[in-house]
């Protein structure tokens, strides 16, 4: 099946604590992006890769860090998470032509 | 700063009636335009795209396109109860084409 993955579904954790979040896709899509969804401002997009170690900024990258080393794989790495980072993300791929696929999400609580 | 905007919600149709969802984009380079539904804690699913300016029609979904005006719009017809989400708009924009999304309106279809 066809499909965008992300784990964990659900994380809460501390102000400080590094995290890495992972999204893996099996659809041979080279480009991949970061999204997180707050009330009221809808998704905005965070890092992007165009295809393996091909990454880029996007809205709002203060505070991540992503990487790309295998077509498969773009995990997003948060390493001194904080309180205003606690939102809905979502892992996303398509190939160059435009149809994105999401991922199920990942809830993120930062205390 | 490429801005899309959508009608602000809620919207309330009765069951059976059309729901018209419209989006303003900023970006007059975008060349393509999608339209997303998302239900409440999940991830955006693909409705329809469109690429050129006109209507195009799948189903009980129409979108519509004018590029000269900087719009775009999705006509539901025969509204159903499950067709209550909230539905985002997303042109295309720069070179990698990415997505940028609107705020989305949420749209409740009463029974």
């Known amino acids: 099946e066809a499909q965008v993955t992300q784990n964990p579904r659900y994380l809460i954790t501390v102000t400080g604590k590094k995290l890495t979040v992972t999204c893996s896709q099996n659809?041979?899509?080279?480009?991949m992006s970061w999204y997180r969804q707050d009330p009221g401002l809808g998704l905005r997009q965070i890092y992007y890769?165009?295809?393996?170690?091909?990454?880029d900024k996007g809205d709002v990258p203060e505070g991540y860090k992503v990487s790309r080393k295998e077509k498969r794989n773009f995990p997003l790495i948060l390493e001194s998470p904080s309180p205003n980072q606690t939102s809905l993300y979502f892992c996303?791929?398509?190939?160059?032509?435009?149809?994105?696929?999401f991922g199920p999400g990942t809830r993120l609580t930062v205390l | 700063q490429k801005e899309v905007e959508q009608n602000s919600g809620p919207l309330s149709v009765p069951e059976g009636a059309i729901a018209s969802l419209n989006c303003t984009y900023s970006?007059?380079?975008?060349?393509?335009f999608f339209w997303y539904r998302q239900y409440s804690g999940k991830s955006p699913e693909l409705i329809m795209f469109?690429?050129?300016?006109g209507d195009k029609e799948d189903g009980r979904f129409t979108a519509q396109l004018n590029k000269a005006s900087q719009y775009v719009s999705l006509l539901i017809r025969d509204s159903q109860p499950s067709d209550s989400a909230t539905y985002l708009c997303?042109?295309?924009?720069?070179?990698?084409?990415?997505?940028?999304f609107g705020s989305g309106t949420q749209l409740t279809v009463l029974p």
């Open positions: 996303a791929s398509r190939r160059t032509t435009d149809t994105q696929y």
């Open positions: 659809m041979n899509h080279e480009y």
């Open positions: 890769s165009m295809n393996v170690e091909v990454t």
């Open positions: 970006d007059r380079g975008s060349q393509s």
């Open positions: 469109i690429y050129s300016n």
């Open positions: 997303a042109p295309t924009s720069g070179s990698a084409r990415q997505l940028t």
